[in-house]
Every structure is written in structure tokens, then in C-alpha cells.
């Protein structure tokens, strides 16, 4: 008997209109956990680095994480993988809401979706019965739209369905997956699926789950629970605001953003706001949350509220995700409700809400530089927030110029020349980064903007502290209940961490400690990923409820897999490897690991190649950033290291000089 997971994934060939029940092998999930582990190991063996992101050989998985379904506080993720259009590199991206749950009890750990359809289609899965059905009919319609109208159809309210819009029909580079409440959005795993011809998922289950020693899971969850209550009721003192309290940055309850708007620049915003933030404007924003807001919502099995329902004047009421409600607003350094608007707009449409914003302030950064011009875009309207909703329409129709934006903004900026490179100033391996932006340079943060194949900073940071507190007293008293680290060591490092004179930033923490912390960190959200846990009970705050502590008490009680915290460092260890290996077969080399030149107002080009130096080391890499025969071995990956091998990546007596790196095959084709 399986335990957590149900032991059967879904494989669906849109060519063939083929469906199988296929059972999964116990051995892959003690080895890769689960959910994006598994899924890692799934493109590895299935995806070879000749197949394009929009050729039918290309895969898209939806899978539940591990303990997803079960009664662990939180756990709702959907992890969604793929290769990407936009940047040529394995994608994964998470969605919460309840899709996830509804999957495993119908029955499937995973859909597996291959080949393309030769016409537009949905899937209904509704738990033994699997149906391709006709989409013809939901053709052009929103994402949330056709949600609703899938279950309509269907006479079935309770179905959890994820779907794309316009843009996902149109193959637009930063398409999303939306799913109501949540969606998933980085990469343009969005596009695939609109070039896979599949509208959307259907989903319906009422089976049960088996957990290994319930008695003993379930007292886990209530000691989560019991955590969460009081860290509410007792904060965390020192810590700023996005921090203080458990689950997501909490936004859409948040009115003072004053931290937000003027202690970054914001990507392709064109303009730090220094000093917007007035008591006028502070009012004008809490008004507009409140008249808007209509509730707050959380995700299956969550206590945490950290997305809200919103109702936009004359639109209909849709479900705002956390952060996203500042993207749009500070492309355009416009207002709130102008921000909350045009976002409504742009989950019907289904794209990316970190990266269409800054593609559309590009594009108005182009126009004001003489860059594009009026022949480029005709009618492109005077009134700047019009602008925004005149690009928006037209990158996901591909009309005009709207065609070259919706592969993003790298891609735009090539095809466009004239200088459009040097406005394309967010991206890192190809892809428009959290629209934020940092003063000085700090080394964890280097590393981890450099490094991550998630390519989303808020999906690697957390556990540490983003800055020392100003007096010694308050970091004895931070560290005293610190039981969250993996190591005593971690609270010396945040002790010692003094804002002031010599060990002031960049320099403190040390190089070997920063190495440290980033792995703790990455650490952390790989194994959410694979558990199908959310960031915000786990990897994302300080001193969270979930940690590496109870997780392998979790994973063995839950899904009956014998679990020590050893263990479970290597698994996660084994399969973040495995996903760098997939990119690395694609190409992606030391010269793609680099921010911006322009992120830190500040750089320091030697410890910058120390510190990367440094931590491929630490990680088991060569100094271009490909895991070694040795560390390989280590990890149980030694298909990786033959396939390497025969691919002239890698030799066996040595590390072999790369063919190319990513940034060089960029040059060669746009996909």
C-alpha cells in the first residue's frame, strides 16, 4: 500500500487522444520526494535537451506534492514543470488554491500532458473517468472564465479546474496557468500548454488518501498549529513588517507601503520613488484597499489569508494574489486602484504578474528614448495609464508590436536593436526578475539571484535574516527560541553580524558563510516543493512553523518512507542537483549566472568571483557551474555523469571546457 500519495500518475498524449493509469515506482519518491523532485527526474529521462519547448516531445507535468491532500496545515501546491520558451531551461513553477488536494483525491499523483491536440481541448478528470473533451467553444475566453463556465457545463461546482486565457493561446513567452485563487505563472509554462492546444483542467475526486502512523501525523499537525497561534500572538520583535507574521507577505492586508515604494527601484518601473510616500497618498491607498477588498482568502487547509477578492469599479470581482497587487501599479508609477484594475484584466488574460508589467514598462521606455516609435506602434495612446492597457491587449493578441513584446523582454530587446539591450536591465538567464531592486550588493543575495534555476528570488530567500538588527541585545534575543537551524552555527553567524564599521556590508557575513546560508535556504524551498508545502508556512519567514527539524517526522509518518534529517538534506541535495544537470545539458553555464549589471547601485566584480567561486565548490561543482563525477557519485546520479560524458560536457578524468553557454546558443536561434 502507498501512503501520502496514491501510487499512479495520469499520462495523457494530446496527438493520440490516448489516456493511461500509470503505476509509479515507490523507489523514485524515497529518492526524489515527490512533486518536483519526481518531476526533475521525469524530465530527465524523458526530455532530452534536443527537444523545443513547443514541439510536441516537450512535457508538461501538473503534480501534487507529496504530503499534498493529506492534514498537514498548508500543504496545497501544485508544482508545474516544463521547458520554457522564454528562457530554453527546465521551468517549475507553484500554484496553491485547491487543485492539487482535488487531483490526489481522484486518484493521480500526476497529469503528465504530451504531444499537441488539433484542436482546442480540455481535460476532465473526474476521479476513474478521464475525458479530451471539446474547447472550441471556450476559445478567447479568460482563464477565470472558463473555470466557471467548465463547471457549468459540467454541473459540477465543486470541480477545481486550471486554465490559460488569451495569452496561453497565443503562446505568449510570460503566459500563466490560473487557477482562481492561485496560478502558476514564471517561465510561460502557459504558452506550452496553448501549444499543446489544452484550455484547461478539470479536476473532481472523492477517494481517500492513507497516511502510514495517523495517530503520530496528526499530532504533527496540531503541534503546527499550535506554533502558528502563538507566533501570532507573540511576533517576532525587530523584524520589518513583510516578516511578522506567519505565511505570505500578508498584502492584501498591508496599507502602509511606504517600504515597498521607496526603498526599491522597481525593475523596469523607469524611476525610484523617492520620498512618494505622504500621508495623502497613504490614505488614498488604505481607501482604495478597503472600498476594494471584498474578503480575504487563504488556500486549502490554510489559516493563513494571504490573498483577498477584489472589485474593481465597473469589473468583475476576481482574486488577487499576494505582492502582485504593487507590480502593475509601480510599472506605470501610477495609483492603486489603477494597479488593481488593470490586474484583473491581466489574470483574465492569464499573464505573469512580474513579468508583464515591466515588459510593458520596456516598451513605454523604448517610446519616450525614440527607440520605438509611432511607426511602431500606432494609436499608442498619450495617457500613461491607457498606455498600459493599450500594450497589455496587444502582447496578448500578438498584434503589432505586441507581437515582438510577448516573447518577453531579452527576446524583444534583440529583435527590436537600435540600443533596446541596455532597457532590458531585470532579466537574469533570459528571464524579467521580481521587479525589485537593492542598493548594495549583499552576498547572500548576490548568490542567490546568481544561482537559482527557480529564477524567482522570493522562492529561494527566507529562514536568515535579510539585515542585521541594529543593536547586539536584540540579536541575543532573536536567536534564544531559534530552534528552526539546521546548525548552532547559523545563530554565531547572525550574532556576529554587527551593522556597523569593518563587518558592515558586503563583507559580512564571510564568503564561506554566506555559502552556508544560501544552501539552508535553497534547502528549505526544495523541500516544500517536493512535500507540495507553501513557502509561506516554511521556507519564506523567519522561525516558521515547518522546518527541517519535523519535516522527516512528516514525510515518515505520513508516507511511510523512513526519514532522518540526513536523509532528507541528500534527497533534496540529489534532485536540486538533478534539475541543474537538466539545464546544464541545455546549455546554461557560469556566464548565465550573473544579475543585472545594474541591480546593485554598487558591485564588486572580485568578491562577486570569489563568492561564486567559492559556492560551486561548496555545492560540488566545477567553476562552471556543472556538478563533478565526484559529487555526482555521491548522490546516487551517475546516469547524469555518463550522459555528460558521451555529451562532451564532462570527461572521465576530468571536467571538460563547456561547447557553449546559454547566452552564446541565444545568439544562434530565438525558439
Request: glycine letters at 8%.
Amino acid at each position: 500500500m502507498r501512503y501520502a500519495e496514491t501510487g499512479y500518475n495520469l499520462e495523457i498524449d494530446l496527438s493520440r487522444g490516448n489516456i493511461e493509469r500509470v503505476q509509479t515506482d515507490p523507489r523514485d519518491t524515497e529518492l526524489y520526494l515527490g512533486g518536483l523532485g519526481t518531476n526533475a527526474k521525469i524530465i530527465w529521462d524523458r526530455v532530452p535537451p534536443e527537444v523545443e519547448p513547443f514541439s510536441p516531445d516537450n512535457l508538461l507535468i501538473f503534480s501534487a506534492g507529496l504530503l499534498c491532500g493529506t492534514p498537514a496545515t498548508g500543504c496545497n501546491r501544485t508544482i508545474v514543470t516544463t521547458i520554457s520558451p522564454q528562457t530554453l531551461l527546465m521551468a517549475f513553477s507553484m500554484m496553491g488554491g485547491f487543485w492539487a488536494p482535488e487531483l490526489k483525491y481522484a486518484g493521480y499523483d500526476k497529469v503528465i500532458i504530451r504531444g499537441k491536440s488539433p484542436n482546442l481541448v480540455y481535460l476532465w478528470i473526474n476521479n476513474d473517468k478521464v475525458e479530451i473533451r471539446d474547447a472550441s467553444h471556450l476559445q478567447g475566453k479568460g482563464a477565470v472564465e472558463t473555470a466557471e463556465l467548465i463547471r457549468r457545463e459540467l454541473k459540477e461546482p465543486k470541480a477545481q479546474v486550471a486554465a490559460i486565457g488569451l495569452a496561453g493561446e497565443n503562446r505568449v513567452y510570460f503566459a500563466s496557468i490560473e487557477q482562481g485563487r492561485s496560478s502558476a505563472s514564471r517561465g510561460g509554462i502557459g504558452a506550452v500548454m496553448g501549444d499543446k492546444g489544452l484550455k484547461a483542467i478539470a479536476v473532481r475526486g472523492t477517494k481517500d488518501l492513507n497516511i502510514a502512523r495517523p495517530a503520530e501525523f496528526m499530532e504533527l499537525c496540531n503541534e503546527v498549529l499550535a506554533y502558528i497561534k502563538f507566533r501570532n500572538e507573540n511576533p517576532i520583535p525587530g523584524v520589518m513588517p513583510i516578516l511578522a507574521g506567519l505565511g505570505s507577505p500578508q498584502e492584501m492586508k498591508v496599507h502602509d507601503e511606504k517600504w515597498h515604494t521607496e526603498n526599491f527601484s522597481w525593475g523596469n518601473s523607469r524611476l525610484r520613488r523617492k520620498d512618494y510616500w505622504n500621508e495623502e497618498i497613504a490614505k488614498q491607498w488604505s481607501d482604495t484597499l478597503e472600498n476594494m477588498r471584498t474578503r480575504l482568502i487563504s488556500c486549502y487547509n490554510c489559516p493563513m489569508k494571504c490573498g483577498a477578492t477584489i472589485s474593481p469599479p465597473g469589473l468583475p470581482t476576481y482574486m488577487m494574489k499576494c505582492f502582485s497587487k504593487l507590480t502593475y501599479t509601480m510599472a506605470a508609477m501610477s495609483d492603486l486602484e489603477f494597479g488593481l484594475g488593470i490586474a484583473q484584466s491581466a489574470t483574465e488574460y492569464g499573464v505573469d504578474g512580474f513579468s508583464a508589467p515591466q515588459v510593458m514598462a520596456f516598451a513605454v521606455e523604448l517610446y519616450e528614448a525614440g527607440i520605438l516609435t509611432d511607426d511602431d506602434m500606432p494609436g499608442f495612446p498619450s495617457d500613461n495609464e491607457e498606455r498600459f492597457y493599450w500594450l497589455l491587449d496587444r502582447i496578448v493578441r500578438r498584434e503589432g508590436i505586441g507581437d515582438v513584446l510577448a516573447n518577453g523582454t531579452y527576446w524583444a530587446a534583440k529583435q527590436i536593436g537600435k540600443g533596446a539591450e541596455a532597457y532590458a536591465h531585470n532579466n537574469i538567464k533570459k528571464h524579467e526578475q521580481l521587479p525589485l531592486k537593492l542598493s548594495m550588493l549583499n552576498p547572500i543575495y548576490f548568490l542567490m539571484y546568481a544561482t537559482g534555476e527557480k529564477i524567482n528570488i522570493t522562492q529561494i530567500e527566507g529562514q536568515f535574516p535579510q539585515a542585521p538588527f541594529p543593536k547586539k541585545e536584540q540579536r541575543e534575543e532573536f536567536v534564544k527560541d531559534w530552534f528552526q537551524v539546521p546548525d548552532e552555527k547559523f545563530k554565531q553567524y547572525f550574532l556576529g553580524w554587527d551593522p556597523r564599521g569593518e563587518k558592515s556590508m558586503p563583507y559580512y557575513p564571510t564568503v564561506e558563510m554566506s555559502c552556508d546560508i544560501v544552501d539552508w535556504q535553497e534547502r528549505m524551498h526544495y523541500i516544500d516543493d517536493a512535500l507540495g508545502m507553501c513557502a509561506g508556512l516554511s521556507s519564506f519567514p523567519l522561525k516558521p512553523p515547518y522546518h527541517i527539524h519535523n519535516y522527516p517526522k512528516f514525510i515518515s509518518s505520513g508516507a511511510g518512507i523512513d526519514m532522518d534529517e540526513a536523509k532528507l538534506t541528500q534527497a533534496a541535495k540529489r534532485y536540486r542537483t538533478l534539475v541543474r544537470a537538466n539545464n546544464i545539458r541545455r546549455g546554461m553555464r557560469r556566464k548565465d549566472e550573473k544579475p543585472p549589471e545594474n541591480h546593485w547601485k554598487k558591485r564588486f566584480p572580485e568578491l562577486e568571483k570569489e563568492l561564486l567561486d567559492t559556492y560551486y565548490n561548496f555545492k560540488g561543482w566545477n567553476n562552471q557551474g556543472i556538478p563533478t563525477k565526484e559529487s555526482l557519485h555521491e548522490l546516487g546520479l551517475d546516469y547524469v555523469f555518463e550522459d555528460f560524458v558521451k555529451r562532451g560536457i564532462l570527461t572521465d578524468n576530468e571536467d571538460a571546457s563547456p561547447k557553449y553557454t546559454l547566452a552564446e546558443k541565444a545568439q544562434e536561434v530565438q525558439p
